[in-house]
């Protein structure tokens, strides 16, 4: 009796059953250490990445070429501010007093409101483009995208400050007793904040119409608060009390320290570290809040 051609010996049925099994394991998306990868992920998403330069700074430059080929954008941000000045300066043009008193104010909160919606527009814009997904699925952390879009408008910041103070000082004649470099650095720092305050706000916007709506919320009180209407021991005790944690508040403040000291006090240190640590804690938010997409 002749055995039919197809018949396999027990060795080649056990030779062929291995390939399978080898590529059974590889379809179940094991790890070497036997680990599935979706729990893998899943392990490397709840422990964070630490901060890297290069990926920080590779961010920064993305963000600012990107930046490069919006000129409407650009204007936005650097010039803007300083127009805003040269109005309010010839609006007060029979009384250049009035502009002394709230023009070294203006010239920290014009920056502030400028980074603020630019900020928050451009992080959402990513978000809703998927731009954000793809590249928090590549090896970058949260803390990494918050780092380089805070030094990417933090660069554009110090442009738009050393700007706005220059043309305040020495063209506007806004007459300072202190240092121009001390309105440098707290306006820069005000700059600094309005960008950490638009990356944690673009967070809970669903839209570049939502994120617009922020600013009533997050930026009038503050600007009706922070004593550049009438000082804020004037206030009523309870909008002054509201008033003493705004950091809005600390940034005119440090302001009129320079307008009417000709040294660095002890007054004006206190202001521009609280600004600063404000603008720390918010940028650590805003990396805590980060959402991939925009649901």
Known sequence: MTATPNADTPTEQKNQTRPKTKAGKARTG???????ATLAAAHAHAHPRPLSYSRTTA???RVLRQLGHDPRTIALLILIPCVMLFLLRYVFDGS?????SIGASLLGIFPLITMFLVTSIATLRERTSGTLERLLSMPLGKGDLIAGYALA?????????????GLAVWFLDLDVTGSPW?????ALLDALLGTALGLFVSAFAASEYQAVQFMPAVIFPQLLLCGLFTPRPDMHPALEAVSDVLPMSYAVDGMN????HTDMTADFVRDIAIVAGCALLVLT?????????TT
């Open 59 to 61: 961010t920064a430059a």
């Open 96 to 100: 250049p007093r009035v502009f002394d």
């Open 257 to 260: 320290e320079v307008l009417l």
């Open 153 to 165: 408008f933090g660069t554009l910041a110090i442009i738009q400050s050393a700007l706005a103070t």
């Open 285 to 293: 938010l805003g990396a805590a809040t980060l959402r991939r997409r």
């Open 182 to 186: 001390l309105l440098l650095i707290v």
């Open 30 to 36: 094991k790890t070497r250490t036997g680990e599935p």
